[in-house]
């Protein structure tokens, strides 16, 4: 894909008009030839099924962010697709409980989450995952309009709904 490091943009992100501070992320969406994607089912909660994703770096553009989540997480190497989308940014706002959470955990207060997704298209078809079970249990490929909204935090739903609509139009 042309021009991605144009995807490159600081370490937080404020949200326009406001002082709520949003984390940098970005997500992978592999697809197979025939037009399935996966989708990584969360240790916890367990039946929490999204894309891989994971925190922009401090100096890291949101490809790379993307690349180097999606080998931690599935074992995939940037070798073994090809880059054919990106859209974002998209933000969704963390409930108050999840925000504890992420607070004890970063020691930043972050009111969300603000994601750029890149769709890579698998050059084969037989490639699987391995899932090394600190993020991910289990995973699944399957057609976009398969993706189960409602195996989503109801926080992370609008935006699931906005990516597939954007990348796949269902």
Same mark, same amino acid.
């Given at each position: 894909?042309?021009?991605?490091s144009?995807?490159?943009y600081?370490?937080?992100?404020?949200?326009p008009?406001?002082?709520?501070l /949003?984390?940098?992320?970005? #997500?992978?969406?592999?697809? =197979?030839? $025939?037009?399935r994607?996966?989708?990584? %089912? @969360? !240790?916890?909660?367990?039946?929490?099924?999204?894309?891989?994703?994971?925190g922009?770096?401090?100096?890291?553009?949101a490809m790379?962010?993307a690349?180097?989540?999606?080998?931690?997480?599935?074992?995939?190497?940037?070798?073994? /697709?090809?880059?054919?989308? #990106?859209?974002?940014?998209? =933000?969704? $706002?963390?409930?108050p409980?999840?925000? %504890? @959470? !992420?607070?004890?955990?970063?020691?930043?207060?972050y009111?969300?989450?603000?994601?750029?997704?890149?769709?890579?298209?698998?050059h084969?078809?037989?490639?699987?995952?391995w899932?090394d079970?600190?993020?991910?249990r289990d995973?699944?490929?399957?057609m976009?309009?398969?993706?189960?909204?409602?195996?989503?935090?109801?926080?992370?739903?609008?935006v699931y709904?906005?990516?597939?609509?954007?990348?796949f139009?269902?």
């Amino acid at each position: 894909m042309k021009n991605a490091s144009m995807c490159a943009y600081t370490p937080d992100s404020f949200m326009p008009g406001t002082s709520e501070l /949003y984390r940098p992320n970005a #997500a992978i969406i592999y697809q =197979r030839s $025939d037009g399935r994607v996966l989708l990584c %089912e @969360r !240790v916890k909660p367990a039946g929490a099924w999204q894309f891989p994703q994971g925190g922009i770096k401090k100096g890291e553009s949101a490809m790379d962010a993307a690349c180097r989540e999606g080998m931690e997480e599935t074992g995939f190497r940037p070798n073994e /697709y090809e880059v054919i989308g #990106a859209r974002g940014p998209y =933000r969704y $706002d963390y409930p108050p409980k999840e925000r %504890e @959470r !992420v607070f004890r955990k970063r020691g930043i207060p972050y009111a969300g989450q603000e994601q750029h997704y890149f769709l890579c298209l698998m050059h084969s078809d037989t490639a699987e995952p391995w899932l090394d079970n600190k993020e991910f249990r289990d995973y699944k490929w399957v057609m976009p309009e398969e993706v189960d909204i409602s195996a989503l935090p109801d926080f992370k739903r609008a935006v699931y709904e906005q990516v597939l609509r954007d990348f796949f139009k269902v």
